[in-house]
């Protein structure tokens, strides 16, 4: 079996590829042709941690893929200068079940979930979206803005973190990867939103991150920091008005707060969603319906975006000569 370290899995899955790869999942699996159970999770209480088990199994024909991924979330590795986030990702082959591959998972997670963004941004956001707004600047910062900068012509990128200093890191690593457009920290929440038509929230905050009156017209939304019923990123009122797309009804509805929290304030019911990204790919239902119109991508995440990128990983280390062979 091969085994993938986090760079190698960098260098065989370039952001444009898996961007491809994650919609081509979402379209799976909201055609019934994708196998994902709701995700197991144990907690570990005293360091306000969580550990997810996510397996997967995509049937379209062409791309058919097997998988698991593990990851945890440990909020206070930041403390440590450690990465809040750890997973792994092992491949089988889905004629055999034989084990193929191991890849690190941490940055294929980032990656799969800028993908995501990517994929939501590329079917529901203005065409003529020039303005990022980013909430938080941990690891899944740098893919969200990478993400939205290749399917839309962003010329400015608002950082929106409590911390200066780790948002001037962040502006460095974009830097480096290599988005030269205009970086700037934002002074206020209200000042970034008054230019923003995208935003990108990527914290593990508890509570809504602006005001609903503070959006423009005709902005899109990204949520993917949410991952528990106890979390919202984005005000209750905003999803009321908004026209909202998720990654999985089912997954959506058992664990993204910010849907959870509007609904049991009596705003929303589960009429509200407008559908799937699957089914907006597909083209079965319309991302927007109107150049005002708000529009919100709300993601928890989902193991056959794991394992569509880990396969596309896969094949591209092989013909790049990457990885390690080993013999169980």
């Not at 997670?109 to 941990?138: E, N």
């Not at 923003?196 to 503070?214: G, H, K, R």
């Not at 991952?227 to 905003?238: L, S």
Request: glycine share 8%.
């Amino acid at each position: 079996m091969r085994v993938l370290t986090g760079d190698e899995v960098r260098r065989a899955a370039p952001m444009a590829a898996a961007i491809d790869a994650v919609e081509a999942a979402f379209v799976s699996l909201s055609a019934g042709q994708a196998d994902v159970p709701l995700r197991a999770h144990i907690e570990t209480p005293e360091r306000a941690a969580i550990s997810f088990f996510m397996p997967a199994r995509i049937a379209a024909a062409g791309s058919a893929a097997l998988g698991l991924k593990v990851v945890s979330v440990f909020p206070e590795n930041i403390g440590r200068g450690e990465p809040s986030i750890y997973a792994l990702v092992t491949v089988l082959d889905p004629e055999t079940g034989r084990p193929v591959a191991v890849l690190d998972g941490t940055y294929l997670t980032a990656l799969r979930t800028g993908a995501a963004s990517g994929v939501a941004t590329r079917h529901m956001a203005r065409p003529d979206a020039r303005v990022l707004a980013l909430f938080g600047a941990g690891a899944q910062a740098l893919p969200q803005a990478l993400a939205v900068c290749a399917v839309r012509p962003i010329e400015r990128i608002w950082l929106v973190n409590r911390s200066r200093d780790r948002a001037q890191l962040l502006a460095a690593r974009m830097r480096h990867e290599g988005l030269t457009l205009d970086l700037r920290i934002a002074p206020t929440v209200e000042q970034a939103l008054a230019e923003a038509d995208v935003i990108c929230t990527a914290t593990s905050s508890p509570a809504p991150l602006f005001d609903d009156a503070a959006l423009r017209p005709g902005t899109h939304i990204n949520g993917i920091g949410s991952y528990k019923p106890t979390m919202a990123e984005v005000p209750a009122a905003t999803v009321a008005r908004a026209r909202v797309v998720v990654d999985q009804r089912r997954a959506a509805w058992a664990e993204a707060g910010d849907l959870l929290q509007a609904r049991d304030a009596g705003l929303i019911d589960e009429g509200h969603l407008a559908g799937e990204i699957g089914e907006v790919a597909a083209g079965r239902v319309a991302g927007r319906t109107d150049p005002a119109e708000i529009t919100f991508f709300k993601s928890v995440g989902n193991a056959a975006q794991d394992i569509a990128v880990a396969a596309l990983a896969l094949a591209r280390s092989a013909v790049l000569g990457l990885g390690v062979e080993v013999a169980l």
